[in-house]
């Protein structure tokens, strides 16, 4: 039986392919970022770089929930933050940054490091300045500031449990996340971090989204 690849190998297969699919249609780099990909069908017949544009976004998707998906592999879900030694901490921002779909080594390590003082900052009980991007408005809301109790367990984990979801909600007490369709009690939630805001020029002021 063929040994199952890495979440490394993983991510540098995806990379990988997608420098491919750019190398195919180099002249339009600028479509790498397209959120959503449907736009293309409005300029008339499909082209051949609207159809690698499409595959270049998908296989920014699945870079993405790998991502998404090794975050509860590794159990971090279950973990205390306040308990994370400097290489859990760089461990899980790590693989939080992938969910933004970095395409080199560099990018990955920056994010990671901007990921790791976020929640560093969090469990210090420094004040976070959080503000909410309003998109019936187009606008954002004004920043409040808030402070954890660190007395309390805290923890860091996707509540809805979709492999698609991208906010990290940090709450108290209590590590279970709420299944689809079940009345599950978690834990009182601090704050919800949206991790492609953290980078997107699109969002630059918006530092997190506060929970609902």
Known sequence: MKEALSFEQKVQGLVAYHKVLLDIDPHHKGHIEVANPEFFSKLGAPSVSSSLAKARHSVLSYLEN???QEYD???FAAMDLREDTEEIR???ADVLSVMTAPLDQLTREERGKRISGVLAGIVEGQ?????EYDSHQ????SAQEIAADTSRPLFGLFVSGLITER????QYDNP?????GNNVIVGNQLVGIDIHALFWARQQKLVMNTAT
């Open 66 to 68: 790998h991502g998404r």
């Open 73 to 75: 592999v590794r159990g």
């Open 90 to 92: 760089k461990q899980r």
């Open 127 to 131: 004040t976070l300045h959080v503000s």
């Open 176 to 180: 279970v996340t709420l299944a689809p």
């Open 167 to 170: 906010v990290l909600t940090i």
């Open 138 to 141: 187009g606008c954002y809301q």
